[in-house]
């Protein structure tokens, strides 16, 4: 989240749906598209293998065919050397002894060649040399079966004048082989006058091996073969390799055409037949490598999507459920996110806060300039108080309500401060609760109070009596004077009335007091706290005091140090406790036993350093202590000993000075008696 461009938490929810939904179909889907895919890598593979193995085997049928495309060459240049040879040897015109010889030489010279005939001008054989090389294969029969073809090839030499070829055919052999042969015939002429032929007969099987055999013949089977495909001779042989490849190629000759086939045999469909293929194969191995990773990390990618959803989904249930506002500011105060329970809070929706900033709509109008200086306070970067701070926000609909404010600074991941958080707390209940509870307090210090006045209407009685009876003989004794017939009005007289008046005039301000004394008690209820002197505490509740002293013929003395400092307390409170106190002390003396009634009231500067400050009121009496078991029980509401006794005395005095942050707390005094004693602030101190 950055200042700038604030993330709203409430418009992830539609998106998180329709991320859902998707990712619900796409889950369906996924799954067949990655077959679709891994089946279209396959294919792509085969096929590149297969496109790699076609390529490999359509170079090698075109290298084949130009083998045997060299090779019908090679045959084609060797024939035409071998008709310049019978040319020279026709041209040299040797006698018929050294033609012998000659030719003898020329077909050791010439292993394919099987026989050389010379002829005269009607096709006779004037001679004839057979090759040393081999056995004679041919004899008078084989030509005399096959002098009509060469006659036939001769004449078309003759026409041609120049060399013509027969067609092949075959020559058995004594040993049940046989071998195919075919005939060059080359006129021979004399002074431009045709003489005869030189006949030559050629094994085709022994052609394929001298011109063909060594360059081509070891990889190769080379053959010659009849339209039909029937082999009339062959050589090499076949590597036994498991793919055939065939060329042919025409050997056009004058007068004979014959076919030359060449097969080769590769092992083609070797899976890596060369670099190509081999490449193309570790590549999509590459490839499918790469898919796999891409399997993989998607999976882990749909696993951390799902967590990654798990854990919004945790988090908006949190942040729904919860009954805490939230709120997040960025650095500049605008609210970039709220959570539900902060929205009903207030009242507002999430659209009408976000990118809000001061004055909030939730400000109540006349409190806008503090809570202005407050934040402003805030983003200057003072921290708030640990312990949250208490405000009072406007809902929509006008009313107000109290909130407890908790802020946070918002760091992110980086370790940056973003801007602010802040949870809080709607209070509205609690001080519902703390005011009932505060109002039933004060009616039971009020009900306490009436009670303690109850009790003092007897000793009110009792303590204006004498005032009253003293008024009463003054105004009796006065009126006898002035209504004796004998009596003068001298100047005795006259003063004798005066000392009554003013007498009476002394008991009944006497009596006054005492009648006011216990009307301001009972009728003061100020609430706010006061600065008020310890000795303005004392003197108040002395009359009241005194009162229950004279009954129980107590003594009562009052040490206040000097130079106390003033107090800050509900000063009626105080007063009340103190008369508690005093009132307690009294009573525990009211035991025949007890002779020495002395009730001690005191205050001085506390003792302890920790409470420097404090001002430390004691009461103290000496009367028969607490017992051990009752001590347990002496703050518990309605825990009294005495028949009359309420038991809320001494629970409202630890209330009362636990409200004013004091504590109240008894010690038992050697012989006997008790030392009630409570602590409060000066005003310096609050
Ligand atoms: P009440 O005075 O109506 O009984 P309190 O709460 O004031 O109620 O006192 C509770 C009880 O504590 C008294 O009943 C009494 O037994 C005991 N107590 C209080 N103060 C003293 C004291 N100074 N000495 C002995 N006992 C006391």
């Avoid at 796409?26 to 895919?37: E, G, N, P």
């Avoid at 105004?475 to 005795?492: I, K, Y």
Wanted: hydrophobic share 40%; aromatic share 6%; charged share 20%.
């Amino acid at each position: 989240m950055t200042s700038s461009n604030p993330v709203r938490w409430s418009q992830l929810a539609p998106l998180w749906a329709f991320f859902k939904s998707v990712t619900r179909s796409f889950t369906d889907r996924r799954i067949s598209l990655w077959i679709a895919l891994v089946g279209l890598v396959v294919a792509l593979l085969v096929t590149l293998v297969w496109l790699a193995g076609r390529y490999e085997a359509s170079q090698y049928q075109a290298e084949l065919e130009r083998d045997a495309a060299d090779a019908v060459s090679d045959i084609r240049g060797s024939f035409g050397r071998h008709v310049l040879n019978l040319q020279s040897l026709q041209a040299k015109g040797v006698s018929p002894k050294f033609w012998q010889s000659e030719v003898s030489s020329m077909l050791s010279q010439n292993r394919e060649w099987l026989r050389l005939e010379r002829r005269d001008a009607q096709g006779a054989i004037v001679s004839f040399v057979d090759s040393p090389l081999r056995e004679p294969i041919i004899d008078a029969r084989t030509r005399l079966n096959e002098q009509a073809e060469i006659m036939q090839t001769c004449l078309r030499a003759k026409r041609l004048n120049g060399p013509a070829y027969s067609r092949s055919y075959f020559v058995p052999q004594t040993n049940g082989l046989g071998l195919e042969v075919m005939e060059l015939c080359l006129p021979a002429l004399e002074q431009g006058v045709h003489v005869g032929f030189t006949l030559l007969t050629y094994g085709l099987q022994d052609i394929l091996a001298s011109q063909l055999g060594d360059s081509y013949g070891r990889r190769n089977e080379i053959s010659f073969i009849e339209p039909d495909g029937t082999r009339l001779a062959i050589h090499g042989t076949l590597p036994r390799a498991k793919r055939l490849f065939t060329a042919t190629q025409l050997l056009d000759l004058p007068g004979n055409t014959l076919v030359l086939r060449m097969d080769g045999r590769r092992a083609a469909p070797d899976l890596f037949p060369n670099i190509l293929p081999a490449l193309v194969t570790a590549m999509s191995i590459a490839l499918v490598s790469v898919l796999i990773l891409l399997v993989k990390d998607s999976r882990r990618r749909l696993k951390a999507e799902r967590d990654l959803a798990d854990a919004l989904a945790f988090r908006k249930a949190m942040e729904d459920s919860l009954v805490t506002g939230l709120r997040a500011r960025d650095l500049h105060g605008r609210i970039t996110y709220v959570n539900p329970a902060f929205c009903q809070m207030v009242g507002f929706e999430a659209e009408q806060l976000l990118g809000k900033s001061a004055p909030m709509p939730y400000w109540p109008p006349e409190m806008v300039g503090e809570y202005q200086q407050r934040q402003a306070v805030r983003l200057a970067g003072n921290a708030p108080p640990r312990e949250g701070f208490e405000s009072v926000f406007v809902r929509q609909d006008g009313s107000r309500f109290p909130v407890l404010i908790f802020e946070a600074p918002l760091i992110n991941v980086l370790g940056k401060q973003t801007g602010w958080m802040s949870a809080f707390l709607d209070i509205s209940e609690q001080r519902r609760i703390e005011e009932l509870s505060r109002a039933s307090q004060e009616r039971l210090q009020a009900t306490a109070r009436l009670a303690t006045v109850g009790e003092m209407a007897s000793l009110l009685s009792h303590e204006l009596n004498q005032p009253l009876a003293a008024i009463s003989s003054y105004a009796t004794g006065s009126l006898n004077l002035l209504q004796d017939p004998q009596s003068h009005v001298s100047r005795s007289t006259l003063s004798d009335l005066q000392m009554a008046l003013e007498h009476i005039s002394e008991q009944a301000t006497r009596a006054g007091k005492v009648i006011n004394s216990v009307h301001d008690f009972v009728r003061r209820r100020d609430q706010d706290r006061e600065i008020v002197s310890p000795q303005l505490i004392i003197d108040a509740v002395m009359p009241l005091v005194q009162l229950q002293a004279h009954k129980l013929q107590v003594r009562v003395t009052t040490r206040i140090d000097e130079q106390l400092a003033q107090v800050l307390c509900d000063r009626t409170m105080v007063e009340q406790v103190l008369l508690n106190l005093a009132r307690n002390g009294m009573q525990a003396m009211d035991h025949p036993n007890c002779l020495n009634r002395v009730l001690t009231l005191q205050v001085k500067r506390a003792p302890s350093s920790l409470s420097h400050g404090w001002l430390e009121f004691s009461v103290c009496d000496l009367g028969a202590g607490i017992a051990p078991d009752i001590a347990k029980q002496l703050f518990t509401p309605f825990f009294t000993t005495k028949s009359e006794g309420m038991g809320l005395g001494l629970s409202l005095c630890r209330t009362v000075v636990e409200q004013h942050g004091g504590h109240l707390e008894f010690v038992p005094l050697t012989p006997h008696g008790t030392l009630f004693r409570f602590t409060l602030p000066t005003a310096s101190e609050v």
